[in-house]
């Protein structure tokens, strides 16, 4: 097992390193301060200036769409490869659109590169890639427990030379993005077929007849505009028949192959943001004293990041593993690790976010150090693509499977 990059990707990834330096970094409070003035103005959902000033700078750098691994039209880096790029870009949370690399944006382009058809590409994937629109992901549904998504109700019916959509989503995110133009719909489309045959995926225009934005759904109370996470209702949405995505009852199919590589890739993110909330920690405890010495010299504290950095070791170490083996052998051989990743890298980024929070005291609660929004997007990561519990429900069973011979023919 190899880990090694190769000499052009290590150079890629000191220019990404470069650019975060000179343009993103030095930028966060000019993100931060034109995000203030939309909300003054009474509408966050509206881009940063900043944001579109630096696109093109990471086009002329040849850090724009660095994912797509098996596709012309993307970076050609490996899942391993984007993998440490992501860590570098989730340092900072908006930093991935500069190099039009976030999500849902990226798993939707990846869909539309192996299951659209020439028009769905030419229409929305060459945009998307362009980043000249978003996109949006809807699966989750407030009706149901969508962490089981056979339960997904929302319905998708033939009607001569379109299909209809009726159904109501939530968690929708990106939809309040004003750029937000195509959506990615899960649904069912035979309630009677086998269990994993009965859902589809279906593009939909964001602007068709029958879509209605009912809310904005705030986490914590932080609506993460201009991006956010909508609640959705659709009613009677009707779309051409060839939006439907590779065919009828293939929606677990298409999932499967959308969400594996979307797992790593926020893993990776989420590692970038527990380093981000370690450097903070530690530049806190030793720029403050108490009780006649530096923070950072009470023992409780040194054995606070001690345990900060072991654990963002541990994950990212697990993290490569996951993406190596997605290159080499496959998702499904990999699932066991996707899946341990996915628990792990949330839960310890919160940790080490929790304790960076208490090292700043009653500042680390405001928003004046980034530290609770930290927390927030974070957290969220526990439901997104799957709780901890199914993902838990897959590693057990997995366990068990590799066990079960020995047991029966013991017992035999």
């Not at 696109?55 to 490869?81: H, I, M, V």
């Not at 697990?318 to 998702?331: P, W």
Request: aromatic share 6%; glycine share 8%.
């Amino acid at each position: 097992m190899n880990f090694e990059h190769t000499d052009k990707v290590k150079e890629l990834l000191a220019r990404l390193e470069r650019f975060m330096d000179k343009y993103i970094y030095p930028n966060e409070k000019t993100y931060d301060d034109q995000m203030k003035a939309f909300r003054e103005a009474g509408n966050p959902w509206q881009v940063p200036q900043i944001l579109e000033d630096l696109k093109p700078k990471a086009q002329e750098e040849g850090l724009w769409n660095l994912f797509l691994p098996e596709s012309e039209r993307g970076g050609g880096l490996s899942n391993l490869e984007y993998s440490s790029a992501c860590e570098i870009m989730g340092r900072v949370g908006w930093a991935s659109e500069v190099f039009n690399c976030s999500a849902p944006d990226t798993g939707n382009m990846e869909v539309l590169e192996r299951y659209g058809n020439e028009r769905h590409k030419k229409e929305y994937l060459e945009p998307l890639l362009q980043g000249k629109i978003r996109s949006a992901f809807l699966m989750t549904e407030p009706d149901v427990a969508s962490s089981d998504a056979t339960n997904i109700a929302t319905r998708i019916e033939r009607d001569g030379d379109e299909y209809v959509i009726n159904g109501r989503k939530w968690w929708s995110s990106g939809v309040g993005d004003p750029r937000c133009k195509i959506a990615i719909v899960m649904g069912k489309t035979d309630p009677k077929a086998d269990t994993y045959r009965q859902q589809s995926q279906i593009l939909m225009p964001l602007d068709a007849k029958g879509v209605k934005i009912v809310r904005m759904l705030p986490v914590f109370g932080y609506d993460d505009a201009p991006h956010g996470h909508a609640e959705v209702i659709l009613e009677n949405v009707r779309v051409p028949a060839e939006n439907l995505l590779l065919g009828e009852g293939r929606g677990f199919e298409i999932s499967q192959g959308r969400l594996g590589p979307g797992r790593i890739h926020h893993c990776m993110r989420t590692i970038g943001v527990a380093e981000r909330a370690l450097e903070k920690m530690c530049q806190r405890l030793l720029s403050r004293e108490a009780f006649g010495k530096k923070i950072a010299d009470h023992s409780v504290w040194e054995q606070r990041v001690a345990e900060a950095r072991t654990e963002i070791e541990m994950c990212r170490l697990l993290t490569l593993k996951a993406a190596y083996m997605m290159d080499t052998v496959g998702n499904k051989v990999a699932r066991t690790e996707i899946a341990m990743i996915k628990v792990a890298a949330p839960r310890m980024a919160l940790k080490v976010i929790d304790d960076a929070i208490q090292a700043h005291g009653g500042g680390g609660v405001t928003t004046d150090f980034g530290l609770a929004k930290m927390y927030s997007g974070i957290r969220t990561l526990r439901l997104a693509d799957g709780p901890d519990e199914v993902h838990n429900r897959t590693i057990a069973r997995l366990e068990f499977k590799k066990h079960m011979n020995k047991v029966r023919a013991a017992a035999e």
